[in-house]
């Protein structure tokens, strides 16, 4: 084979579906493609091709980040923030993993919720704001009431997935053995689906995140989302730009955290890997 096919037969190794390619390479690509985002960023701001009022510049947008953290208002909200992102989606995991577990397992019990879990799951968030401070008042426990209600009904029905697409022949098998209906449930389902609920967790929380400015946005005093929202007031962009960087950054640690972890947790499951 001449060389330059040879170059392009192991250039395109890499593109074919499915295909595994080196460690090296997988973490290059994560970092090579944003700080090229960050570059061409970086260009467009420098030669004045959008004002700054619109787009301050990657410079401006870290400066406004180290005066948070210098005055210690970054770690104030972080800290406050995240301690509602968990509040609210450990709530919305306790009742949702048992109730879809349930609903997976028992026809009965998924004729009788799906419906309706699937009905309030398409209502806006947003729309319920109103409802949350009647009922939970102005406080966190608004805030974590509208994290609840965006995490736990798609919460429900994908872990309901999760169970449901076990192999029947599982199943029937303990049954043939001549195991009850607990014993197939702690012995059988539950670590053949545990992979996938990981996984349903990992996806949930990062819903959890992306409602955070929501929950902030009636009579909090401090947060991330609090303070997107009152940079919004005075147009200062770079704190909207830094707020909405900085929870993404917490989300990626979020994620890379339940990534790890599954890793480790489920090491016999590596096409999940």
């Known amino acids: 084979m001449p060389i330059q096919d040879q ?17 090296w390479l997988f973490t290059s690509a994560g970092v090579i493609f944003p700080a090229l985002l960050i570059l061409v960023w970086w260009a467009v701001t420098e030669l004045g091709l959008v004002r700054p009022l619109f787009l301050p510049g990657p410079g401006d ?19 406050v923030s995240i301690y509602r992102i968990l509040a609210g989606w450990l709530t919305a995991t306790v009742l949702a993993v048992p109730i879809g577990i349930l609903m997976g397992n028992f026809r009965l ?46 919460q429900v029905l994908m872990v309901m997935d999760n169970v ?28 053949a689906a545990a992979p996938g609920i990981w996984d349903t967790l990992r996806i949930t929380i990062g819903w959890t995140w992306t409602y955070l400015v929501v929950a902030e946005l009636v009579a909090a005093n401090e ?13 200062a962009t770079e704190t909207i730009l830094f707020g909405t960087l900085f929870i993404g950054f917490l989300g990626f640690l979020t994620d890379y955290f339940f990534k790890r972890t599954g890793r480790v947790l489920f090491a016999w499951n590596r096409q999940r890997g």
């Open 7 to 23: 170059r392009k037969a192991g250039a395109g190794r890499y593109l074919r579906l499915r295909r595994d390619i080196p460690d």
């Open 223 to 235: 947060g991330l989302g609090r303070r997107i929202m009152d940079a919004q007031r005075y147009l």
């Open 109 to 154: 019990i998924e004729g009788a919720l799906e419906p309706l879990i699937s009905t309030i799951r398409y209502m806006p968030v947003v729309a319920l704001i109103p409802l949350s401070i009647l009922w939970a008042g102005i406080g966190d426990g608004q805030k974590i009431l509208i994290l609840f209600l965006g995490t736990f009904f798609q």
């Open 164 to 191: 449901k697409t076990i192999d029947m022949n599982l199943i029937k098998a303990g049954q043939t053995l001549g195991f009850s209906n607990r014993e197939i449930l702690v012995r059988i389902i539950l670590p």
């Open 61 to 79: 947008v870290l400066a406004e980040g180290v005066r948070q953290a210098r005055e210690g208002i970054l770690w104030a909200d972080a800290s």
